[in-house]
């Protein structure tokens, strides 16, 4: 059973920055594409980035340049380094796996689901 728990949020000023982690439990991480996604109060939620088995990344436009998306099989841990933050990515951001190879940012694809950790930017 996959259970995804996120950590590493907090409250920040804009231009600053945050790491945020994803630990995965009851799998090998290795196995599966991952990605983040955020939902700010009263939108959809949306992708943030994603990396597959490979190592390969998709980012959506508005993070391109200022977040990174990186994974460490070996600590079953996903990562989300988010520079020059913004008012706007106030966000529940939330990690997810999917058991299929292909890094993307539809949520129809991701079979797993973290509880989210809160990002604030002022």
């Known amino acids: 059973h996959v259970q995804l728990v996120e950590s590493g949020g907090g409250s920040v000023q804009a231009g600053g920055s945050l790491r945020l982690s994803c630990e995965v439990n009851?799998?090998?991480?290795?196995?599966?594409?991952m990605a983040w996604f955020r939902q700010a109060p009263g939108k959809e939620r949306e992708g943030v980035a994603s990396i597959d088995n490979f190592g390969r990344t998709t980012y959506a436009d508005s993070v391109k340049g200022r977040c990174t998306i990186s994974r460490d099989n070996i600590k079953n841990t996903l990562y989300l380094q988010m520079n020059n933050l913004k008012p706007e990515d106030t966000a529940m951001y939330y990690c997810a796996a999917a058991s299929k190879c292909q890094a993307n940012l539809n949520r129809a694809w991701y079979a797993y689901w973290g509880q989210g950790t809160q990002v604030t930017v002022s």
């Open positions: 009851g799998a090998t991480s290795s196995r599966y594409t």
